[in-house]
């Protein structure tokens, strides 16, 4: 999710050629429908901007529960060593 609310989908490969851009809710609920009928264990990940308001997070969660995702994390980056 990106700062502004916009969705970007990443599905590396999984969408017949074509593996990365934005794409609008509509879309997204019809996209990784079709993935979740071809693969219904899929593992999704959501990430966002910094910035971004978590109700958007949210919202783009709901969506892919919709689309009948079963599992759908919350992408994060590796914590830096303490005390280093």
């Not at 969408?15 to 990365?20: N, P, Q, Y």
């Not at 219904?40 to 966002?48: A, I, K, S």
């Not at 709901?62 to 590796?78: E, I, N, R, Y």
């Amino acid at each position: 999710v990106l700062e502004n609310g916009d969705l970007y989908l990443n599905a590396g490969g999984d969408l017949d050629g074509t593996s990365a851009g934005l794409i609008d809710p509509e879309t997204l609920l019809k996209t990784v429908s079709a993935i979740v009928r071809r693969n219904p264990e899929v593992q999704v990940l959501v990430g966002g901007d910094q910035k971004v308001d978590y109700g958007k997070i949210y919202d783009a969660m709901v969506l892919l529960q919709k689309a009948g995702v079963q599992k759908v994390g919350l992408m994060s980056d590796p914590l830096e060593q303490l005390g280093g």
